[in-house]
C-alpha cells in the first residue's frame, strides 16, 4: 500500500488550494479514505471521509462549507479542495486509509 | 462530539521500565479505540485496533485494555525506540476524535 500527497504549500488567507493523494497497492473504490491534519508541534485532527462510492461524505466542523473531499476510483486519486482558507488550516495533511496506512503528509501554510 | 482525555501528557521513563499510560472517552465508545505511535517528522503508525488487538507486526511488549469510557495502553518493557508521543483516537462515532497525546521521554 502506497499513499502519496501532493499539492500543498504556502497560500494566503481566503485563497484556495488542492491536495491530491495518490494510492495504489488495495482495492481503491472499496474502502472509506480520510484526510487527516496536524498543525505544527499540535495534535491529529480528523478533516473528512468519503466512502468507496462516495455515497457518504462528513466533515470535522472546522471545515465543513469551506473544504470539498472527492475521489476519482478510476484513477486511484482522493482529493481535498480547500476554499476560504484560514491561518489555522495551516498544518500537515495527511490521506489515511482504515487508520493503518497513512501518506507521509503534505504542509500547508496559510500565511499573507 | 465526543472528548477524548489522555493522561499524562508527558512521562519520562528508563529502558526496561513498565509504562501505562490512559486514555478516557467522554461517552461510551465500546471497544472503538485505536493507538498510535507517533516518532518525530513521521506520520502517525497504527499499534492497537478495538482497543486491545495488536495490529500484524507490532512487537508484543505493547498492550491495550478497556472499554466503555475508560482505557488504558502499556509497554511492558520500554525500548528506545520507543520514545514517541501516543495519541488515542475514537471511531465509534462521527467526528472522529484524537486525545491531545502522551509524549514519552528516556529519562
Known amino acids: 500500500v502506497q499513499l502519496v500527497e501532493s499539492g500543498g504549500g504556502p497560500v494566503k488567507p481566503g485563497r484556495s488550494l488542492r491536495l491530491s493523494c495518490a494510492a495504489s497497492?488495495?482495492?481503491?473504490?472499496?474502502?472509506?479514505m480520510n484526510w487527516i491534519r496536524q498543525a505544527p508541534g499540535r495534535g491529529l485532527e480528523w478533516v473528512a471521509s468519503?466512502?468507496?462510492?462516495?455515497?457518504?461524505?462528513y466533515y470535522a466542523d472546522s471545515v465543513k462549507g469551506r473544504f470539498t473531499i472527492s475521489r476519482d476510483n478510476a484513477r486511484n486519486s482522493l482529493y481535498l479542495q480547500m476554499d476560504s482558507v484560514r491561518a489555522e488550516d495551516t498544518a500537515v495533511y495527511y490521506c489515511v486509509y482504515v487508520f493503518l496506512y497513512w501518506g507521509q503528509g503534505t504542509l500547508v501554510t496559510v500565511s499573507s | 462530539d465526543i472528548r477524548m482525555t489522555q493522561s499524562p501528557s508527558s512521562l519520562s521513563a528508563s529502558v526496561g521500565d513498565r509504562v501505562t499510560f490512559t486514555c478516557q472517552a467522554s461517552q461510551d465508545i465500546s471497544n472503538r479505540l485505536h493507538w498510535f505511535q507517533q516518532k518525530a517528522g513521521k506520520a502517525p503508525k497504527l499499534l492497537i485496533y478495538?482497543?486491545?488487538r495488536l495490529e500484524t507486526g507490532v512487537p508484543s511488549r505493547f498492550s491495550g485494555s478497556g472499554s466503555g469510557t475508560e482505557f488504558s495502553f502499556t509497554i511492558s518493557s520500554l525500548q528506545p525506540e520507543d520514545i514517541a508521543t501516543y495519541y488515542c483516537h475514537q471511531y465509534e462515532s462521527l467526528p472522529y476524535t484524537f486525545g491531545q497525546g502522551t509524549q514519552l521521554d528516556m529519562k
Open positions: 478495538d482497543a486491545s
Open positions: 468519503i466512502s468507496g462510492g462516495s455515497e457518504h461524505i
Open positions: 497497492g488495495f482495492s481503491f473504490s472499496t474502502f472509506t
